[in-house]
């Protein structure tokens, strides 16, 4: 047997001293029938319908038939390049190819169907500034894609980026510490001070030095101080001007400071005063008893 590929169809045709068999086998058959496929090897088995001549006698049967053959299918090769669109300026090639196989296997054409040289993606922008001084930054560059004769898409992307001063080490500016516990007073009673501390780490690549006091200072235990009397105000104003009145002064204590004593003593003082008599007041008397003598 051997195996003839004829377009549309694939003829099989047995030769034999005395025997002389065709059949046709529709493509869309083999294509729906596939059972195995190797790279591009196509494998099919199927009942094909035999009509055979033998001595002048047509006869019919079914036969299981397996063919084997590479698919064609797929992209064809490129083209070659046409005439430049421009004769100066800057202009474009283009080429094509074909795609071999039929609407139901289209997936066996994966690509572009055209491309252009130079590609039609425009010129590239400038890479942008990168995203960080130091340490690990991003920049970009972008491009429009350009409409050319005979061109169907831009090749390539439209956008790219790159790392960028990932070598340059960013500065690390000096930091405190946490301040250390307030110290002992320096004195029992008088003026004595107590302090704390912190440390800083030290800058580096460049950075800051640390910011503020590294000693921080008070005083502390000052001996106490009792309070003390200020002088007495003035006399306010008698509450009566005849008959006997009273007028008051009051005094302010400083202190006491530090666990001193308070002032001893009232803070107020009250006086009677106008004990004369008023004009046309009567003096009633009293009578007394007798006296006893004892």
């Known amino acids: 047997m051997r195996e003839q590929n004829t377009g549309t169809h694939i003829l099989l045709v047995f030769m034999g001293p005395f025997l002389h068999l065709s059949a046709i086998i529709m493509d869309y058959e083999i294509r729906t029938l596939l059972l195995s496929r190797d790279g591009n090897l196509i494998c099919v088995t199927k009942n094909v319908l035999i009509n055979g001549f033998f001595l002048g006698i047509t006869l019919t049967w079914t036969v299981l038939v397996s ?85 169907t898409q831009c090749s390539g992307p439209l956008r790219e980026q790159r790392p960028c001063n990932n070598t340059v080490v960013c500065p690390v500016h000096g930091s405190w510490d946490e301040w250390t516990p307030w110290s002992l007073c320096s004195s029992t009673c008088g003026r004595g001070y107590r302090d704390r501390t912190r440390s800083c780490k030290e800058p580096q690549f460049g950075g800051n030095p640390c910011d503020g006091p590294e000693k921080q200072t008070k005083f502390c235990n000052i001996c106490p101080v009792d309070g003390q009397w200020q002088l007495w105000s003035s006399w306010a104003g008698c509450t009566k001007t005849c008959g006997g009145g009273s007028q008051q002064r009051q005094r302010v204590c400083y202190g006491p400071f530090f666990g001193g004593e308070p002032c001893p003593g009232d803070r107020e003082e009250v006086r009677r005063c106008n004990e004369k008599r008023c004009p046309g007041e009567t003096i009633t008397f009293r009578t007394l008893g007798p006296c006893i003598r004892s």
């Open 67 to 151: 063919v084997c053959g590479f698919n064609t299918g797929g992209w064809s090769g490129w083209g070659n390049w046409a005439e430049c669109s421009s004769e100066c300026g800057g202009g474009v090639q283009t080429r094509t190819r074909t795609c071999q196989s039929p609407p139901e296997e289209a997936y066996l054409c994966e690509g572009v169907l055209e491309e252009v040289d130079p590609p039609s993606g425009g010129e590239w922008s400038a890479w942008s500034v990168c995203s960080t001084t130091c340490g690990e930054g991003w920049q970009s560059r972008t491009r429009l894609c350009i409409s050319v004769p005979y061109s």
